[in-house]
């Protein structure tokens, strides 16, 4: 099953600038959480906002979440050639964690 | 303290034969999940596991695949007959309470190759 849909699927974007990306689910969550992966390497842990969150920062990062559109964006602020690399969301559906495809973030020097 | 551990990192079979993919969770967590990724796609869910227990493996094929996660020892993936459709990184996860909505914490997979 597939829950959570990233939206664009690849972005690029000069070092300094800001990076965007979206993700919309189909079902009730619990929790959503954001992972990064650089190529060739497993999946790194970013940020976690609960169902009552709508915001929540981690130093460059911030995420929001809008659960009556199912869906949560993750902003990476002050790019640097360092952030490339892909990013997924994940969504708990029952027991299973679910990713999605994907956004692959390429920035710029 | 020890990340998760997969092993091998490269694992290359010839069609027919069986592969066996080994995790090893961080320290005290007792739930392991397996995913398997194709190139420039995301991660497909298999199978999710407790200790001793399997307990949703409705990502994981009915035929040729098989998890565990006994009470000593790593988790094993394990696929038999394998086939050139089989080639894929597989990832493993280990968490400590997913109830609690703790991260998942990924090994840095084994890339299988079927020839």
């Known amino acids: 099953s597939q829950q959570g849909e990233e939206d664009p699927q690849a972005l690029s974007i000069q070092e300094g600038e800001n990076a965007t990306m979206n993700c919309s689910y189909k079902t009730s969550i619990n929790n959503l959480q954001w992972y990064r992966q650089n190529s060739g390497r497993g999946l790194v842990h970013l940020i976690l906002?609960?169902?009552?969150?709508r915001e929540k920062h981690s130093g460059r990062l911030r995420v929001t979440l809008d659960t009556s559109k199912k869906s949560s964006s993750l902003l990476i602020t002050a790019s640097r050639a360092a952030d490339t690399a892909s990013y997924f969301c994940?969504?708990?559906?029952?027991?299973?964690?679910?990713f999605g495809k994907g956004t692959r973030l390429h920035i710029l020097p | 303290n020890a990340g998760v551990m997969q092993n091998p990192r490269h694992l290359v079979r010839r069609r027919g034969q069986e592969a066996r993919l080994r995790c090893s969770p961080v320290k005290g967590h007792s739930h392991v999940y397996w995913y398997r990724q194709l190139p420039e796609e995301g991660l497909k869910f298999m199978v999710y596991l407790q200790k001793e227990n399997i307990i949703d493996e409705s990502g994981m094929p009915k035929e040729r695949f098989s998890a565990e996660f006994p009470k000593e020892g790593p988790s094993i993936l394990r696929i038999q007959q394998v086939v050139r459709g089989d080639s894929a990184a597989y990832f493993c996860a280990s968490v400590q309470d997913i109830s609690m909505g703790s991260p998942l914490h990924f090994g840095n997979g084994t890339r299988l190759t079927v020839t």
């Open positions: 906002i609960r169902s009552n969150e």
């Open positions: 994940a969504t708990d559906e029952d027991d299973k964690i679910i």
